[in-house]
């Protein structure tokens, strides 16, 4: 790890302001950020912290939307998301372990992206509105491919907002070393139609899987997509599964989070 | 009944009590005043020629005190090899230098070029960011079988080939065993790998050297399983050193697996650098420089065929096998493929005649050398694969064709074609202990119900032997071991009674200081916890060549009940002279001597306190004190052997297999600390179903290391085992040492691998997927479903 300068803010203003000096990079639970920096592959100058803003911290339910603050953390999502969103708390669950889930926030998993990250499944899954410190940003326009968001330089996420849908549930399998998503599938049901989010599997990102959207909107069970399989074009191939895996897992992980949506 | 702390007694580990509280005192903690701190720059290419190094920016930055390169190490010798083979055609093995810093090419990822030291470890490492090299990449070697082709790039420059070695073993038996192929009833083969791995020891390497001026003077604190044998090869080979000037201390070692055996050149480094420096020099390995520094396991691939006649007894065995030796020779490993693999090929069985082939290849990666079993678990893996598939074919049970073969309890000891003699074993026995542990007869039922939820449920079994304890020094010599293979100890009373023992065998988990303690407290008839175990310190404890190959207990437990017999021996003539009758006539029992057939007595301490305050005491005969040093060589290796089963349920939409069930009944003769046994089984059954089915360190073509984090290399957690059923109620005590003990270190990770693809062919198979007769280790859920689609 380099040198850098540390700063913790009380308001978004503050951390905005903050944001806009020389290499200055948001800090959330730190659980991506400090190992790169450890690695030295990542060395800002100055690092902000966003968890010490009360405005950024906290689960609350504004109508028919789950509102999550962007420095709140799995464990935190996991408890009070229990109630409202039970297939969202159980994803929050399942994202690494105790420790991980201390520490790391929705807000940080969102803006890193990772292809095979857990939340950005959720957020597409629902169709969630990522709101920042300047503008609100649908799900659909937010994700950019790997590791890219429509972020700007210096914008931070302050809340993300989730449609609460009828039915919900996330179907995770784990890359066996990092326990990430080697596939996983979020599946959302809604008088609307039903949202499909598969993440882990695609050289592009999170991803939305229109074939079984549609095919489960008319009939939301596993079986009406027992016949439907993703394409394994672009899909990532790597030590721990080939493409062609990863899109039989889509399949797979999509029947099963429809059957455990119920 | 055992007594609370004697042998048999599951005594709990006295050495927990600093461990589990976090007070170990490992070689991290240790941090000498004025200690400096090197970072070594390594290789990022696999195979290079260094054309220039300019390390002037870095010299002139903050808190650096020098830069080293190959040039400062002009006068020292390379990092020696522990081990020479002799090739098949009677030639010595290609031994190429090994430099503490690389001389004119890197070799691997990893590969150290530079070494910054600096006042502090961030001021090292900035340095060696402004340090340049200029490289010219070649074209590495990866592939063990391209690199043996005729117009492979060498690793060595100033080899012939990239071939360390092609032995055969026994040569001579080569054309009996490939007639009895010629007339064979049935052939089974089976082609496979065994894949490499990277020990990952809790506590990553460390070394601290430290110099005393005034004294000329050398201590290397290091985090090693033979500190002796560090002294040795450093001292003697690498930095000429005498013995009198060197002290290596290996305090708390937090896992070695025998990632920790050998000389490093950090060592060698931290040792020579604080002379020039004449300041302490320190060395902390990160994580991810353990990955690409210490050491590698297994990695090699084998073809095997056996034959049988026409009522399924296995008349011959033959294998061909390239064995990785990476970029150098690491200290023991040109003994693994061959003393250590080739001479355990005969397994549990009778089969007459075997011809092993194995060569040592030169690749550009991590050096590759012993891992908990090293080379026997090689070895298990394709003879209990190949008889399942030899069951499998012929349509037969492969617990009957095992139990066909098996030597019978009735032949022991029994000489096997490929050079060892078994002493002791019965084959059968741990074979039925492990079916009725595992309930085998209820395997159906429970089939049929994993059936009902789409999941196919596999029953896999192994059968292995092992050989500890390698011995004796005099045969192990002319195997080409450049080492002795004896154990040390010296049993110190003191005055009042109570004992310092000091062995030569070196804990790094195992739980020593609690299990030589129970050897010694029942020997004696005393409180074990009057004696205190010391190890790790080259200056207190005698020459004792480490721990590793199961042989401490067996190996150092019995130097301890040499030493204490002689100790036992003097205090019986002091209790004779005390107690006015002849030392032939005295008893020791509950730490009481008396006279036989009389009430006379007096106790241990009575004994002790005579031998230090001599007045009544038979000075013309007897030396006063009571310390005795013993030297043990064993004259054959122990083998341990057992049975392990493993129930699988296999998800064959995902290819996931859950281990539901493991049962390991092994016979490793007499039971000293059936805790310790059963926490050291479930340790090896741990890394054994880790290799089985998580963990694997890849190279890519360039030789980048693939799995060179745990983002990507799999190591077993808690919840990929379900529980283990661990049994040694099986003893047929080992015939040559005191305590009639073969040890038990090895056994799970030697025996389960094989258990566990067993169980998963088995389960495909029972499904109809018949095609699939083989799958590579580990057996990721992408292989399988890839098996099982393919
Ligand atoms: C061992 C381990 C296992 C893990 N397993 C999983 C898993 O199974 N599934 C999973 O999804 N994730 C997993 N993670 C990742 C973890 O869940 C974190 O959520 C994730 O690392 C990022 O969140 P963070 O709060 O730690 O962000 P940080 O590390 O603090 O920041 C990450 C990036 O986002 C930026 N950032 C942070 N907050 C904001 C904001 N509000 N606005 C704009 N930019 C911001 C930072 O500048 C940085 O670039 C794992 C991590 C570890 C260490």
Known sequence: ?262 | MPKDDGIGASTKRREDTRFLTGNGKYTDDINLRGQTHVHFLRSDVAHGRIKGIDSSAAEAMDGVLRVFTAADFDSAGGIPCGWQVTDKHGQAMQEPKHPILAEGKVRHVGDPICAVVAETYAQARDAAEAIEVDIEELEPVIDMKAALGADAPKVHDDLTSNLCYDWGFVEENKDAVNAAFDSAAHVVSLELTNNRLVANPMEPRVAVGDYDPWGDSHTLYTTSQNPHVIRLLMGAFVLNIPEHKLRVVAPDVGGGFGSKIYHYAEEAFCTHAAKVLKRPVKWTSSRSEAFISDAHGRDHKTKIELALDADHNFTALRTETYANMGAYLSTFAPSIPTWLHGTLMAGNYKTPLIYVNVKAVFTNTVPVDAYRGAGRPEATFQIERLVDKAARELGVDPIELRRKNFIKPEEFPYQTPVAVVYDTGNYHATMDKMLELSDYAGFEARRAESAKHGKLRGFGIAHYIEACGIAPSNLVGQLGARAGLYESASVRVNATGSISVYTGSHSHGQGHETTFAQVVADMIGVDANSIEIHHGDTSNTPMGMGTYGSRSLAVGGSAIVKATNKVIDKAKKIAAHLLEAAPEDIELKDGKFSVAGTDKSVDWSGVTLAAYVPHNYPLEELEPGLEETAFYDPSNFTYPSGAYGCEIELDPETGKIDILRFIAADDFGNIVNPMIVEGQVHGGLAQGIGQALLENCVYDDQGQLLSGSYMDYTMPRADDMRGFTVDHSCVTPCTHNPLGVKGCGEAGAIGSPPAVVNAAIDALHRAGHTHVTHIDMPLTPSRVWAAING
């Open chain 1, 1 to 262: 790890m380099y040198n850098f300068d540390f700063v913790k803010p009380g308001s978004v203003a503050d951390a905005v302001a903050a944001l806009a000096g020389e290499d200055a990079q948001p800090l959330s639970g730190g659980q991506t950020l400090i190992p790169s920096m450890k690695a030295r592959l990542n060395a800002p100058e100055t690092l902000v912290s966003l968890t010490g803003i009360p405005d950024l911290v906290g689960v609350c339910r504004e109508g028919d939307a789950l509102v999550i603050g962007a420095a709140t953390t799995h464990a935190q999502v996991a408890r009070d998301a229990a109630a409202d969103f039970p297939g969202l708390a159980a994803l929050a669950g399942q994202i690494g372990d105790p420790a991980v889930r201390n520490r790391g926030t929705i807000g940080g998993s969102l803006a890193n992206n990772d292809p095979s990250a857990c939340y950005p499944a959720a957020a597409l899954g629902t169709g969630a509105t990522i709101v920042t410190d300047r503008r609100e940003i649908g799900a659909d326009d937010y994700f950019q491919g790997m590791f890219a968001t429509s972020l700007e330089e210096g914008e931070i996420i302050t809340s993300v907002r989730l449609p609460i849908p009828q039915a919900s549930a996330y179907a995770k399998f784990v890359q066996p070393a990092s326990r990430f998503a080697l596939t996983a599938a979020f599946v959302a049901r809604y008088a609307s139609g039903v949202r499909v989010a598969i993440t882990g599997a695609s050289e592009n990102g999170v991803f939305r899987w229109a074939e079984a959207e549609a095919a489960l909107s008319s009939d939301f069970r596993a079986d009406a997509i027992s016949g439907l399989s993703a394409s394994a074009h672009e899909m990532i191939a790597d030590l721990h599964g080939t493409a062609a895996y990863r899109a039989h897992l889509v399949g797979v992980m999509t029947r099963r989070a429809v059957a455990a949506a119920g």
